[in-house]
């Protein structure tokens, strides 16, 4: 069984900075496909930004493009997601979510909550 584990979440006010990451309990961790998702109150749960593990090409929702950047380190089993300029509606739980051959596993998620 594959367990993720993400830390970093946090009060901020709007403007700050936080780095989330996400810890995999997966020896072939370099073949997954890791993504960072986050649930707001009341709304559906999205995609925030995703690397893949074959050439580490990595996306972003149109929302954090040039404020968060995903990245990974194979040698720590960790994907990190740092994230600037903070806006209040960037305030939710934040999962990470590990991919392959079809099959997820997700983390109990972090809370970011952005507010002065």
């Known amino acids: 069984q594959v367990q993720l584990a993400e830390s970093g979440g946090a009060q901020v006010q709007p403007g700050g900075s936080l780095r989330l990451s996400c810890s995999v309990s997966?020896?072939?961790?370099?073949?997954?496909?890791i993504g960072w998702f986050r649930e707001a109150p009341g709304k559906p749960r999205e995609g925030v930004s995703c690397?893949?593990?074959?050439?580490?090409?990595?996306f972003y929702e149109d929302s954090v493009k040039g404020r968060f950047t995903i990245s990974r380190d194979n040698a720590k089993n960790t994907v990190y997601l740092q994230m600037n300029s903070l806006k209040p509606e960037d305030t939710a739980v934040y999962y990470c979510?590990?991919?392959?051959?079809?099959?997820?596993?997700w983390g109990q998620g972090t809370q970011v909550t952005v507010s002065s």
């Open positions: 979510r590990a991919d392959r051959s079809g099959i997820a596993y």
């Open positions: 690397i893949t593990q074959r050439n580490g090409w990595t």
């Open positions: 997966e020896f072939t961790f370099k073949n997954y496909d």
